[in-house]
């Protein structure tokens, strides 16, 4: 019988440190922690195994941490764990895996190290972080340029959320003056957010064929469209909502399920489960909610005004747009287009008002015509009005 030291074994080529290791592995395999042995507490055991690890195997832990992260603070506590989670938790692997609730920066945490916190995962190639801090440079920070150079990083990638952003601003000219508006610029870029699956931007597409807004009129296609997001908008309150399945009372009902397909505002059951708004624009509501719009006029200067001046001056300032989960401002006076009913609220998008007017707007809008005609009809004649009031009343 041929041993290890014979023909058919080459000789070891162990060295003495290794040596050293295997003799001090099998002198901590009988020790106790107490004894102070090399794999105890006491020992260096856990420390030299766990930097033998390879730097690879490490940063792809880490990637599979960022990709699964729900808050920005899953990563950061991975980060703080040691110097060398640190410093391989800041590499391009990992920052470009970062999951979009891990970028997810609060208005009120917003700080220069959150900025270059959101720059290197751009840098590193995350379209999500591209869109996010293009939105915030673009609407908060006034950096029109970098801002929309950055969604159109996020919108070549595929980036939905960007793409229909781009679209908004095209469609508004944010940023410049009316005239650098780009109808058909902006109907292309709803078109390709649709094609990915974008609701808002599918319904916008179909208003467009309608109206012949930066696209050839198509009223049966525009109608078409519309059916569409609607039906795609149904699907996604019903997954998400199994409520919604028992709506009918265990009665076939179909045409109360179905009707909200025919209307240009979308179902009204999907404004309830429609889900969370974006991380940009919650950013967007929480930033203005603390912070005036560069074009409002202050308190110190309508009261230096006159009266006439400072109430045109509040006319002509800059609005955000009505829908409470939007948070886009205007970039210049008179941009968002008002209600064609009342005038009272404004919209950056067909789809934010669809969104409002369904959660909002529908109980609240009064056509501003009526209100006009009574407030002259009550001027001169108050007595008449009166009466046709008396009149008009219900019987007790």
């Not at 000219?173 to 009316?178: D, E, I």
């Amino acid at each position: 019988m041929r041993t290890r030291r014979g023909a058919c074994y080459s000789p070891c080529q162990d060295g003495p440190e290794m040596r050293r290791r295997k003799r001090r592995r099998i002198g901590g395999e009988g020790s106790s922690p107490a004894a102070g042995g090399v794999d105890g507490p006491a020992g260096g055991g856990f420390g030299d195994m766990f930097e033998e690890l390879p730097d690879d195997l490490v940063v792809s832990i880490l990637a599979d941490v960022a990709a699964s992260a729900r808050s920005p603070a899953d990563l950061a506590g991975a980060m703080l764990t040691c110097k060398r989670f640190r410093e391989l938790g800041q590499s391009r692997v990992v920052l470009a895996r970062a999951s979009p609730r891990c970028l997810a920066v609060r208005a009120k945490a917003w700080s220069d190290a959150a900025h270059r916190f959101l720059q290197r995962c751009a840098d590193a190639g995350n379209i999500d972080a591209c869109y996010l801090l293009g939105m915030i440079r673009f609407y908060c920070l006034g950096s029109r340029g970098s801002g929309a150079a950055l969604m159109a990083a996020a919108a070549v990638g595929g980036h939905r959320e960007a793409l229909y952003s781009l679209a908004v601003i095209q469609f508004n000219g944010s940023g410049g003056t009316k005239d650098d508006r780009d109808l058909r610029a902006g109907a292309a870029l709803c078109a390709r957010a649709a094609s990915l699956g974008h609701v808002d931007a599918l319904r916008e597409l179909g208003h467009c064929l309608q109206d012949g807004y930066g696209v050839r009129r198509s009223v049966l296609d525009g109608r078409r469209l519309l059916i569409q997001a609607n039906a795609r908008e149904l699907a996604a309150a019903v997954a998400a909502s199994a409520s919604l399945l028992r709506a009918a009372g265990g009665k076939p009902a179909s045409s109360r399920r179905h009707s909200c397909l025919l209307s240009d505002f979308g179902c009204h059951a999907a404004a309830k489960a429609g889900g969370e708004p974006h991380d940009a624009n919650r950013f967007l509501v929480d930033w203005f909610a603390s912070r005036p719009l560069a074009g409002a006029p202050t308190a110190a200067a309508a009261t230096a005004r006159s009266a006439v001046a400072s109430a045109e001056d509040e006319l002509a300032s800059l609005r955000l747009c009505s829908h409470a989960l939007c948070g886009r401002p205007e970039t210049r006076r008179h941009e968002f287009r008002r209600c064609s009913v009342c005038g009272v609220v404004n919209y950056c998008s067909r789809a934010c008002q669809a969104l409002h007017w369904k959660t909002a707007h529908k109980a609240e809008c009064t056509p501003m015509d009526r209100w006009l005609d009574n407030a002259v009809a009550a001027a001169a004649n108050p007595n008449a009005v009166a009466g046709d009031d008396a009149m008009a009343a219900p019987a007790p």
